[in-house]
């Protein structure tokens, strides 16, 4: 194993845990918001896959997978207290981007040089991490910085344990 298949394998296991989780989810559960100060799911699922495609573009540029118009403005910080429903997404729509999002990032992955992951990332993602292999790192295990929230709204609702 080198070090691109485990980037892989974990992207790989933070999508399967986030799909599982909201894979059973209405559309109107994904707008609750799993406890007071928290972001509903539908944002935090926006946020994820567009700060995700900021992220693969910063260091592969042009291979982000696209997303629909306005996207990135729904689902940007300034805008995670609206729970206007026409600005979000449905289950199905965020799974197929997240599904979407994760090829783009495999396939940059694989066309990247294995020397390219040890060089310096973006100036403004340095002091966090420095080094390009840090930044897919950061785009693969991004959704489980978000899923622990999926788990209590989960539970609210009755649904079964998933993993």
Same mark, same amino acid.
């Given at each position: 194993?080198? @070090?691109?298949?485990?980037?892989?394998?974990?992207?790989?296991?933070?999508?399967?845990?986030?799909?599982?989780?909201?894979?059973?989810?209405?559309?109107? $559960?994904?707008?609750?918001?799993?406890?007071?100060?928290?972001?509903?799911? %539908?944002?935090?699922?926006?946020?994820?896959?567009?700060?995700? @495609?900021?992220?693969?573009? @910063?260091?592969?540029?042009?291979?982000?997978?696209?997303?629909?118009? $306005?996207?990135?403005?729904?689902?940007?910080? $300034?805008?995670?207290?609206?729970?206007?429903?026409?600005?979000?997404?449905?289950?199905?729509?965020?799974?197929?981007?997240?599904?979407?999002?994760? %090829?783009?990032?495999?396939?940059?992955?694989?066309?990247?040089?294995? $020397?390219?992951?040890?060089?310096?990332?973006?100036?403004?993602?340095?002091?966090?991490?420095?080094?390009?292999?840090?930044?897919?790192?950061?785009?693969?295990?991004?959704?489980?910085?978000? @899923?622990?929230?999926?788990?209590?709204?989960?539970?609210?609702?009755?649904?079964?344990?998933?993993?």
């Amino acid at each position: 194993m080198n @070090a691109k298949d485990a980037l892989n394998s974990a992207a790989d296991l933070s999508l399967f845990i986030v799909a599982k989780y909201i894979g059973d989810l209405s559309d109107a $559960e994904l707008m609750t918001r799993p406890a007071p100060g928290c972001n509903h799911l %539908a944002w935090q699922l926006g946020h994820v896959i567009s700060s995700n @495609a900021k992220l693969l573009d @910063a260091i592969c540029p042009g291979n982000a997978a696209a997303l629909p118009e $306005e996207f990135g403005e729904h689902h940007a910080k $300034e805008n995670r207290d609206s729970n206007d429903v026409s600005q979000f997404c449905t289950r199905d729509q965020y799974l197929e981007l997240l599904t979407e999002m994760r %090829a783009a990032t495999r396939s940059a992955l694989a066309a990247l040089p294995d $020397e390219e992951l040890e060089k310096p990332s973006p100036e403004w993602l340095r002091p966090r991490f420095p080094r390009v292999l840090d930044v897919f790192t950061l785009i693969g295990a991004h959704p489980l910085m978000h @899923a622990g929230q999926f788990v209590p709204l989960r539970r609210a609702a009755g649904k079964p344990v998933v993993i």
